[in-house]
T-cell receptor, first 110, second 118 residues
Framework: QKEVEQNSGPLSVPEGAIASLNCTYSDRVSQSFFWYRQYSGKSPELIMSIYSNGDKEDGRFTAQLNKASQYVSLLIRDSQPSDSATYLCAVNKPGNQFYFGTGTSLTVIP | EPEVTQTPSHQVTQMGQEVILRCVPISNHLYFYWYRQILGQKVEFLVSFYNNEISEKSEIFDDQFSVERPDGSNFTLKIRSTKLEDSAMYFC????????????????FGPGTRLTVT
């Protein structure tokens, strides 16, 4: 069973729309959760972290965590063409090891 | 803004050779990591390092690999006797450990070293 699962996409949304990205994780002891953005050929760039159940907002981005369902999501409001990238979900379990999903490819169409 | 740096950006080596990938983590960070990403695949954890010793390692991180913090700024990944399947992007990351709000797990990645084994 994969530690972190994401729909690989591609996900296409029109400019200005809300993009919704989802992630599930397998181990209930996972304690912290992250969304990274990765442009082609570049390194992952941290967008959001979330540690407790509920929503966390930062600008156009909202992360949502539901530990009972082992589910993390990222909403991008007012999507821009520059948001087109692969979005990686990552989780941390107790200790110092991190697991990444395969990523969801997002295309924002002008 | 402080950032993680890595050198070289691209390393080409022949099968069986040893390579050392170098990283300079963010200066006040305490935890250091190496990841690899084979082209088209996910980011894979290799090893974490804290207080001058390995704290976690994955199954990928076998005896072929080693890490070192030779001085107060550099963090290196050595790959002995490289194989074709070691060709990948290798990312270094670091995290502070604590912030004004308590324990923090946010990791910041360097730009990566593309390793090509021929």
């Amino acid at each position: 069973q994969k530690e972190v699962e994401q729909n690989s996409g591609p996900l296409s949304v029109p400019e200005g729309a809300i993009a919704s990205l989802n992630c599930t994780y397998s181990d209930r002891v996972s304690q912290s959760f992250f969304w990274y953005r990765q442009y082609s050929g570049k390194s992952p760039e941290l967008i959001m972290s979330i540690y407790s159940n509920g929503d966390k907002e930062d600008g156009r981005f909202t992360a949502q965590l539901n530990k009972a369902s082992q589910y993390v999501s990222l909403l991008i409001r007012d999507s821009q063409p520059s948001d087109s990238a692969t979005y990686l979900c990552a989780v941390n379990k107790p200790g110092n090891q991190f697991y990444f999903g395969t990523g969801t490819s997002l295309t924002v169409i002008p | 803004e402080p950032e993680v740096t890595q050198t070289p950006s691209h390393q080409v080596t022949q099968m069986g050779q040893e390579v050392i990938l170098r990283c300079v983590p963010i200066s006040n960070h305490l935890y250091f990591y190496w990841y690899r990403q084979i082209l088209g695949q996910k980011v894979e954890f290799l090893v974490s390092f804290y207080n001058n010793e390995i704290s976690e390692k994955s199954e990928i991180f076998d005896d072929q690999f080693s890490v070192e913090r030779p001085d107060g700024s550099n963090f290196t990944l050595k790959i002995r006797s490289t194989k074709l399947e070691d060709s990948a992007m290798y990312f270094c990351a670091s995290r502070a450990g604590t912030s004004g709000r308590g324990v923090t797990y946010e990791q910041y990645f360097g730009p990566g070293t593309r390793l090509t084994v021929t």
